[in-house]
């Protein structure tokens, strides 16, 4: 099981940019997916983006495609969403955890973060 921080939240403008950071606490980071999820007041968490243990496979909610990019390097056991072209309805607390492999249900996924609050205003 992982340990995992989110950090690189913050305010900014409509337009601008952001990179969280997912860092990992455990041996076995390298054997897991990461997710990145988000959860706005008043709204269910959705998945953001998801990248497998290898790199090899990455998944975006269409809302954020192209403007978002998930990467990871597992020799740091970090995982970074890159958020470009931000927008009001990006605001939410983002939230990484760790599953088997992308493209599953958010309830097979473990050792959430506490978060990191993303504001997107003028």
């Known amino acids: 099981q992982l340990q995992l ?7 900014v403008q ?18 897991y997916a990461i997710g990145w ?11 953001v ?14 809302s954020v495609k192209g403007r978002f990019t998930i990467s990871r390097d597992n020799a740091k ?3 970074y969403l890159q958020m470009n072209s931000l927008n009001p309805e ?3 607390i983002y939230y990484c955890a760790q599953g088997p492999f992308c493209g ?3 309830k097979y996924f473990r050792s959430w973060g506490r978060g990191a609050q993303v504001t997107v205003a003028s």
């Open 5 to 11: 921080v989110e950090s690189g939240g913050g305010l």
């Open 90 to 92: 990006d605001t939410a």
């Open 104 to 106: 599953i249900k958010i």
């Open 49 to 62: 983006s998801c990248i497998s243990h290898s790199s090899n496979r990455t998944t975006y909610v269409d």
């Open 14 to 31: 409509p337009g601008g940019s952001l990179r969280l950071s997912c860092a990992a606490e455990g041996s076995t980071f390298d054997s």
């Open 77 to 79: 056991k970090t995982v």
């Open 37 to 47: 999820f988000r959860q706005a007041p008043g709204k269910e968490r959705e998945g």
